[in-house]
């Protein structure tokens, strides 16, 4: 029963801003991570009941983004 774990992968960034998408097809989750404001702001919900976690070391993004 447990839910599936959406890996997101950085697909572009600056020095500001990194943009993770989704690596599940079919969920197209993606959003914004604000390296200033170290914050996120989701862009495509996509399946926001899965869990999801950020790829990189750079960013601790954890199952609680939203
Ligand atoms: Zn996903």
Redesign the pocket.
């Known amino acids: 029963m447990g839910a599936e774990r ?1 890996l997101m992968m950085c697909v572009d960034s600056n020095d500001a801003e990194s943009l993770f998408e ?1 690596t ?1 097809a079919g ?1 197209g ?1 993606r959003l914004v991570f604000d390296h200033v404001g170290a914050r996120t702001v989701v862009l495509d919900r ?2 926001s009941n ?1 869990p ?1 976690h950020g790829s990189t070391g750079l960013v601790g993004l954890s199952g609680g983004v939203d």
Do not use: F, I
Request: proline share 0%; charged share 10%; hydrophobic share 35%.
């Open positions: 959406h989704c599940v969920c989750r996509g399946l899965a999801h």
